[in-house]
């Protein structure tokens, strides 16, 4: 029998960078396990360029990459979502909306790179470090025993994930 692709959503304010980010990784880390969406509070209404950049340097296809609402994803026709991962303090200490199938929450949390200054050069090492962050914790989430773990066991470790500090 073939396992169904769970649905996970990265969320931050702006769905920008972090969350961005965060669906490229988990799109190639967990293919075929899961299908990755990211969205924002209040979108900024396009990517970072600086995420962008990363990305496409990493070797990844960037058509994906837009800034969207989170309203996408609670309204009718929306997937049903099995995790949804808040990546920055803003999203999570916001009041979300409500999520079609009563997804398993963590928090996260990764500096904001967008938030940079500097030099370009400084910019764009702040957007590798939230890569490697961002790309470390969905190592650890996919090697998760998914289909074996009680859910109350798996919250726990999710936000345990969120905590590595790498």
């Known amino acids: 029998m073939t396992e169904v692709p769970k649905h996970v959503l990265f969320l ?19 293919q075929g396990r899961f299908f990755a969406h990211s969205a924002g509070s209040r979108p ?45 303090d803003n999203a999570a200490a916001e009041e979300c909306p409500y999520w079609p199938g009563q997804p398993v929450s963590a928090h996260w949390g990764v500096p904001d790179p967008a938030a940079a200054e500097g030099t370009d050069a400084e910019k764009a090492l702040a957007f590798a470090e939230a890569y490697r962050m961002l790309r470390n914790r969905i190592l650890a989430f996919c090697a998760l025993p998914h289909g074996t773990i009680e859910a109350m066991a798996l919250k726990e470790r999710l936000q345990d994930i969120g905590r590595m500090t790498d």
């Open 12 to 30: 931050c304010t702006g769905n920008s960078a972090r969350s961005i980010l965060a669906e490229a990784i988990l799109n190639r880390e967990g």
């Open 44 to 88: 900024t209404g396009k990517p970072n360029p600086f995420a962008i950049s990363l990305l496409q340097r990493e070797g990844y296809d960037t058509a994906f990459a837009r800034s969207k609402s989170w309203d996408e994803f609670a309204g009718p026709g929306a997937p049903k979502l099995d995790f949804v991962f808040t990546v920055c």
